[in-house]
């Protein structure tokens, strides 16, 4: 264990000794599946969590989300038009996903 981990550990421990740890949000739960994080930066990943948790989500949240739903959606469909159709519609959602993610990365650049 590196010294990091002992000052980590130590805190922790003083923080349940005084109580500090009791009745916090999540308390008896598992950790929430955070996978989608490992293809983000961490500071992206914590940005996007607190945005969540106060309600509000980046807009190229809002389209991966919409071409997740459309994904399932391609995937029950059996006529070939419809299947042309929607994946057009996909490709559209995945270039504005793209463009949403880019104007942050723009915006965010020092």
Same mark, same amino acid.
């Given at each position: 264990? $590196?010294?990091?981990e002992? *000052?980590?550990?130590? @805190?922790? &421990?003083? %923080? +349940?000794? +005084? $109580? @500090?740890? *009791?009745? &916090? /949000? $999540?308390?008896g739960?598992? #950790?929430?599946?955070?996978?989608?994080?490992?293809?983000?930066?961490?500071?992206?990943?914590a $940005?996007?969590?607190?945005?969540?948790? /106060?309600?509000? !989500?980046?807009?190229?949240?809002?389209?991966?989300? +919409?071409? =997740?739903? #459309?994904?399932?959606?391609? %995937?029950? !469909?059996?006529?070939?038009?419809?299947?042309?159709? %929607? &994946?057009?519609e996909? /490709?559209?959602? =995945?270039? +504005?996903? %793209?463009?949403?993610?880019?104007?942050?990365r723009?915006?965010l650049?020092?």
């Amino acid at each position: 264990m $590196g010294w990091l981990e002992r *000052i980590a550990e130590r @805190q922790m &421990l003083r %923080a +349940r000794a +005084r $109580g @500090q740890l *009791i009745g &916090l /949000a $999540g308390e008896g739960k598992p #950790l929430p599946d955070r996978t989608g994080d490992a293809f983000v930066s961490v500071g992206d990943a914590a $940005g996007f969590r607190i945005m969540a948790a /106060a309600g509000v !989500l980046p807009e190229e949240i809002e389209w991966k989300k +919409r071409a =997740e739903v #459309l994904r399932a959606h391609v %995937a029950a !469909l059996t006529d070939p038009d419809e299947i042309k159709a %929607a &994946l057009a519609e996909l /490709a559209r959602i =995945e270039m +504005r996903r %793209a463009i949403a993610e880019e104007a942050r990365r723009a915006f965010l650049k020092p």
